[in-house]
């Protein structure tokens, strides 16, 4: 579990990513694999990294996940991401995931993390940052 306190609602704006577990997303006793969950968070991480950084970038950490509660086949994931810091060639985004039961409106967080990256060029190094 995690220390943190657990917030009562999602975090303000979009989410960056929404999707709805589907049944190859799951085990056989319809809990997402928490790997498939990590990756819709990556995507997410790698959206806001990407848009800072006007370019490609590649994720190079990834801080501890707490899985907080399960996800279950049918339940809506939203992946909301902010910047938490930019260095000379990385970023640094927070995302959290959030779940919505199939049939009803309470959202609950599932489990957040920091992503790493690097921005790179077109041959792969690493690149700075630009200003904001």
């Not at 086949?73 to 938490?84: I, R």
């Not at 060639?89 to 599932?110: D, I, P």
Request: charge should be positive.
């Amino acid at each position: 579990m995690s220390s943190r306190p657990q917030p009562e609602d999602p975090p303000q704006g979009a989410p960056v990513i929404r999707i709805t577990a589907m049944p190859n997303n799951t085990n056989p006793a319809g809990d997402v694999f928490g790997g498939w969950l990590m990756g819709l968070m990556d995507l997410a991480a790698a959206s806001a990294a990407t848009r800072r950084a006007r370019g490609r970038c590649a994720t190079v950490a990834v801080e501890a996940m707490s899985f907080l509660s399960p996800v279950r086949v049918g339940d809506e994931v939203s992946c909301y991401a902010e910047m938490v810091s930019t260095g000379r060639t990385s970023l640094k985004v927070r995302v959290e995931a959030w779940r919505r039961e199939r049939e009803g409106e309470h959202m609950n967080r599932v489990t957040d993390a920091v992503f790493t990256f690097v921005a790179l060029d077109q041959t792969g190094r690493p690149r700075p940052v630009p200003a904001a």
